[in-house]
């Protein structure tokens, strides 16, 4: 079954260094995102990618925060300057349509852990 | 921003027993989704409903959309080990936009 990989699975940096979160959606798929779930805590949203371009973002995603899409394979998710609330998991999600009948596929995610 | 409350919040029960969860907010939705969360895995999509009062079912789990699209409910009989896991609900608006907001969660852990 076809998944969505995402890339590392953990990841440690240092309060201000930038990081770079990568994803890889499954292959007809057409409407990305980005959510992530701080530990204990709902899974939230962060922003929604379609046409090479942003269609919605959330409030948390603020100008420390950059997707792309580089290649037509890989999503990426950019945090500049990394502060400690950043530290989260972080996961990459796609879906085909955006009909009600189309869930979103996630990807294992990536756990963030700023020092 | 709507909320998506889900209740209860944490359940410990033995194999065999039935159980609820409920997915309740103030606003409507134009569908809402469960998904069911281990640890270290992304949320995987259970179902999908779409119209106020209807009902699903994936085997031993019952999926109820509430009439006015407003709630949910998640119903397991004979919950079997392998149902542990983090249940959330997450609700689509009825307009404006194509994401999710997910629900707070509620983690179920089945003893053998």
């Known amino acids: 079954e076809p998944e969505v990989t995402q890339t590392p699975s953990h990841q440690v940096t240092q309060m201000g260094q930038e990081v770079i979160l990568r994803c890889v959606p499954i292959s007809n798929h057409l409407y990305f995102y980005w959510y992530r779930q701080i530990l204990g805590q709902k899974v939230e949203f962060l922003v929604s990618?379609?046409?090479?371009?942003?269609?919605?973002k959330s409030e948390i995603f603020d100008d420390q925060f950059s997707v792309e899409r580089p290649d037509g394979s890989n999503f990426t998710l950019k945090i500049r300057s990394t502060k400690l609330e950043d530290s989260a998991m972080y996961f990459c999600?796609?879906?085909?349509?955006?009909?009600?009948?189309?869930?979103?596929?996630f990807g294992s995610g990536t756990r963030l852990t700023v020092v | 921003t709507q909320l998506l409350e889900q209740s209860p919040q944490f359940l410990s029960i033995q194999e065999g027993e039935n159980l609820t969860v409920y997915c309740n907010s103030s606003?409507?939705?134009?569908?809402l989704q469960w998904y069911r969360q281990e640890p270290g895995e992304g949320p995987v999509l259970l179902v999908t409903v779409v119209t106020g009062g209807e009902v699903k079912k994936l085997k031993r789990l019952t999926f109820q959309f509430g009439d006015a699209r407003k709630d949910s409910s998640l119903h397991i009989t004979a919950a079997q080990p392998g149902d542990t896991g983090l249940y959330l609900c997450a609700g689509r608006r009825t307009s404006g936009t194509y994401k999710y907001i997910f629900g707070t969660g509620t983690r179920l852990k089945v003893l053998a």
């Open positions: 606003s409507v939705f134009s569908s």
């Open positions: 999600a796609s879906t085909k349509e955006t009909g009600p009948n189309y869930g979103y596929t």
């Open positions: 990618f379609y046409n090479n371009e942003i269609s919605e």
